[in-house]
């Protein structure tokens, strides 16, 4: 940093893209200086010669790309970095974040460079969000996650009713896809609520985002459809560009509904939580990871006035505490825990949940 204000270096091909990026940044008062250059190469210079305070990144790119220079910079100089990648490149995407990209702005596919300028709100908030940010505990955490339980076949279909024995809703955003996973992942199979994750993603990207949440936990995992049910066993992912709620019991299906203009977080935890909070009652159960903003606060809240249970990812793992800082300060949390402790205590309160007398 110079005086308190960052230092940022954009990587992308395109010189259009370079002098666009570059001017969305120099905008922020926060901001003292933006280096730009071409490819990966151009890039470890840069860094070894002046570190800059947060790297955007894009990765496609001639000579080195993306991923070469994102493996070596986690290995031999860790900091920050957010992709800038085209629609269309989720699968990429989510390679990066295994790399320790701590998050994504999508560029327009249609028209990409004249219309770079739609980014500039969301790829402001998330270069200040995250820039100079210790890398070594995110890297940490990244490295040492324990492989997934043994996946167990389970034959025929959940007992009638299973489902009413309560739900499960993860709300995540920033830093959010390795957490929520990593949370999933120590889940045993047996574990007896459906659950439903709610990521602030783009379209197309959770469709991926379930599909990797089915490859590695022990769940059948998807990205939700209009009248999906809710079993144990099932990880419905809410479809970017959509909020999900609950219909009533027995049914316990979900109901997609499309986002209206001006919508400020896309799906919405707040949305989800309350509905689980208004069909499930008491046997309902919400925890938030990593995020911006406060999504999730209000209806977090709802879960525990309805007698439900919650749980907050604590400031120490986090990449961003924006949204569990909003959920501790309105009184939504029953318990805060760092990352690697939440699973165990999901496990312990849905017994506790499964245990409960029907009202």
Known sequence: MINGRLRILVVDDSAYNRKMIRA????????????????????I???????????????????????????????????????????????NVFKALDLGVLDFVVKPLRYASERIVEIKEELQTKVRAMAG???????????????VRERVKVSGKPAAGAHTKGVLVVGASTGGPSAVQRVLAQLPITFPLP????????????????????????????????????TPGRVLVVPGGYHLKIAGLPSASVKL??????????????????????????????????????????????????????????EETTVVFGMPKAAIRNGAVEVTLPLNAISGRIEKMAREICRLKNE
């Open 24 to 43: 969305i940044l120099l905008e922020m008062e926060d901001v003292a200086s933006v280096k730009v250059v071409s490819d990966g190469e151009a890039a």
């Open 45 to 91: 210079r840069a860094v070894m010669t002046d570190t800059p305070d947060l790297i955007t990144l894009d990765l496609n790119m001639p000579r080195m790309d993306g991923f070469t220079f994102l493996r070596w910079l986690m290995q031999n100089h860790p900091l920050p970095v957010v992709v800038v990648s085209a629609d269309g490149g989720e699968k």
């Open 133 to 147: 940010k210790d890398m070594a505990p995110y890297l940490g955490r990244l490295r040492s996650a324990k492989p």
């Open 195 to 230: 659950v439903i994750v709610v990521q602030h993603m783009p379209p197309v990207f959770t469709k991926q985002f379930g599909m990797r949440l089915g490859k590695n936990t022990v769940f059948d995992s998807k990205e939700a459809e209009d009248g999906d049910l809710l």
């Open 257 to 314: 509904v499309k986002k209206k203009e001006g919508d400020r977080f896309v799906p919405s935890i707040d949305i989800t939580m309350a509905s689980a909070a208004a069909v499930y009652r008491k046997r309902s159960l919400g925890v938030l990871l990593t995020g911006m903003g406060n999504d999730g606060a209000r209806g977090m809240l709802e879960i525990r006035s309805a007698g439900g249970r919650t749980i907050a990812e604590s």
